[in-house]
């Protein structure tokens, strides 16, 4: 997946502030199922054993304003212990999906970027037992990044064992290892059009979406004054 370095600053940038989500549009997801999911026994994150389901989770998008419109009708949890919401959720950029007590911050929603850039697969969409146990490695991978603390390298990450998080009766553990182990940071790969849903009372998403998501209005100002700059270069 190519995409030029400018719009990958665009979505995966610093946060000035993290007091408040900068609202991307709302959605209404209803109808939520567990169709191209698999389970899992998880640990972290508020769980201690938990057979849960664990991969690519489906709803409806029953309506939405602006980029919620296009929020797909399926993406992976964020958190671990929030059952479904039926109803209107906010759609944010990922850096500020809300974790206990932080956002994501930019570093883990870049590796996340990257991880969908390099190993999302659409036709685990198609469902059957191979895609949902892929799907649930993927899944895994982004618990993994989201919980675990941030290590010196992702070398370290492995879905089998840790204290943030770590799972078992993942079918294909290893293949989720060997998508972590190649996160380097190389933008080339980042995927550009990740958001996250934000439920007031329940579960978050990442999300796909067709186009990507609106930069903070701090990018657009310091993307305006980069043009100001070159626009009097050239007066001069």
């Not at 169709?35 to 994150?45: H, M, V």
């Not at 570093?107 to 850039?117: F, P």
């Not at 999300?207 to 993307?223: D, F, Q, Y």
């Amino acid at each position: 997946m190519k995409m030029s370095i400018a719009a990958v600053v665009l979505v995966c940038i610093a946060l000035t502030s993290t007091a408040s989500a900068t609202i991307l549009g709302t959605v209404n997801i209803q109808n939520h199922n567990n169709a191209l999911s698999d389970q899992g026994r998880l640990w972290g994150g508020g769980l201690s054993g938990l057979h849960a389901y664990t991969g690519i989770y489906s709803w409806t998008n029953a309506g939405g304003t602006d980029l919620g419109m296009a929020v797909p009708d399926w993406g992976f949890c964020i958190e671990l212990v929030q059952g479904p919401y039926n109803g209107w959720q906010n759609v944010i950029n990922l850096e500020e999906a809300p974790l206990p007590g932080t956002p994501m911050q930019t570093t883990k929603a870049n590796y996340i970027c990257e991880l969908w850039g390099r190993n999302f697969d659409s036709s685990w969409l198609t469902g059957g037992t191979a895609n949902k146990q892929m799907a649930e490695a993927f899944g895994a991978a982004v618990w993994e990044i989201i919980y675990e603390d941030l290590p010196a390298s992702p070398l370290s990450w492995d879905v089998n064992t840790g204290t943030g998080f770590h799972a078992t009766s993942i079918e294909q553990a290893a293949t989720a290892n060997t998508w972590l182990h190649q996160l380097n940071g190389d933008t080339k790969y980042f995927a550009n059009n990740l958001a996250a849903t934000s439920a007031p009372t329940g579960q978050d998403y990442l999300v796909l979406l067709p186009v990507s998501p609106t930069p903070e209005p701090a990018t657009i100002a310091i993307l305006g004054l980069g043009s100001l700059v070159l626009l009097r270069k050239r007066k001069a």
